[in-house]
């Protein structure tokens, strides 16, 4: 019974079976400012988000010495920040985890490749973000191994618009 694989409705499954929200937006218009939590955001097309340290044409986050058109807009999971407070008794709360956009319901480490609505934007995922210890250092707290394959999800934003708390994530299909 568990010696085949069948690709027909899993594969479904992992392309239409989820829809999630957004819990909590941040940007920040410089490196090592605390993020700034926001009822809504404007993501710009091919640029980034509106007000952000790492806007194409506007840089001025750590990281902006390795430019990369594929990181406009970040996503993290509300159940990572749930896991690691119960693994591994790590406190962290979503303005803490440097990524824009907290959501909940969103399998995030699958849409790697694919493209999603957030909101009115449509997003394409291009890799997963890895932790890094710059955070660690910005909070105080060791939380680079329990974010290993779990840092969030680094995208390009396609079509742009403005992002509310509370909106839907749901797959482009």
């Known amino acids: 019974m568990l010696d085949t694989v069948s690709a027909g409705p899993a594969h ?3 392309q239409l079976g989820w829809t999630g929200v957004v819990r909590f937006l941040h940007f920040c218009p410089r490196a090592f400012l605390p ?9 710009v097309a091919g640029r980034g988000i509106e007000g952000d340290r790492y ?7 750590f990281y902006s010495h390795k430019p990369e058109e ?4 970040t996503l993290f999971e509300l159940e990572t920040l749930v896991a690691l407070k119960r693994d591994a008794g790590i406190e962290l ?5 440097r990524r824009n956009v907290t959501v909940e319901g969103v399998p995030l480490n699958h849409l790697v490749g694919r493209r999603f609505w957030l909101g009115e934007t449509l997003l394409e995922a ?25 840092s969030g999800l680094n995208c390009r934003i396609l079509q742009g618009g403005v992002v509310k708390v509370g909106d839907t994530v ?3 299909a």
């Open 55 to 61: 806007m194409i044409g506007n840089e001025a986050g």
């Open 170 to 172: 749901r797959n482009a």
């Open 35 to 43: 993020m700034r939590a926001a009822e809504s955001i404007n993501l």
């Open 126 to 150: 291009t890799r997963l973000s890895v932790p890094c210890r710059h955070i660690e250092e910005i909070t105080g707290k060791a939380i680079f191994d329990p974010l290993i394959n779990r």
């Open 70 to 73: 594929g990181r406009q807009v």
């Open 12 to 14: 479904t499954a992992a």
């Open 93 to 97: 709360g979503p303005e803490e985890h």
